[in-house]
Nanobody
């Protein structure tokens, strides 16, 4: 089992930056791929990006150059840095873990409870 706890969300202004954290416990964290998804009000959950245990991975699309995922295996933590926040980034942000990784929800079998990010204009 892997337990995931996100933190770092909150109310920010457009143009601000924010770093979300996801602390993992349980099985060997550093062998897992870690992903971030988000779900905006009234919308389906969407893929943001993922990082493998060796720091490689991919992001959803070039626009998400504002998003950077990193991990610290010594701290069992993965991060999502979001720059130049926009109101449309308002969502609940979730981290997820799996052995393989990928860009689909079904690729992941462990999920955190989510952290709310609200961006005001």
């Amino acid at each position: 089992q892997v337990q995931l706890v996100e933190s770092g969300g909150g109310l920010v202004q457009a143009g601000d930056s924010l770093r979300l954290s996801c602390a993992a416990s349980g099985r060997v964290f550093n062998t897992y791929a870690m992903a971030w998804f988000r779900q905006a009000p009234g919308k389906e959950r969407e893929f943001v990006g993922f990082i493998r245990w060796r720091p490689s991975g991919r992001y959803a699309d070039p626009e998400k150059g504002r998003f950077t995922i990193s991990r610290d295996n010594a701290k069992n933590t993965v991060y999502l840095q979001i720059n130049s926040l926009k109101p449309e980034d308002t969502a609940v942000y979730y981290c997820a873990a799996s052995v393989v990784g990928g860009n689909a929800e079904t690729d992941y079998n462990y999920w955190g409870q989510g952290t709310q990010v609200t961006v005001s204009s």
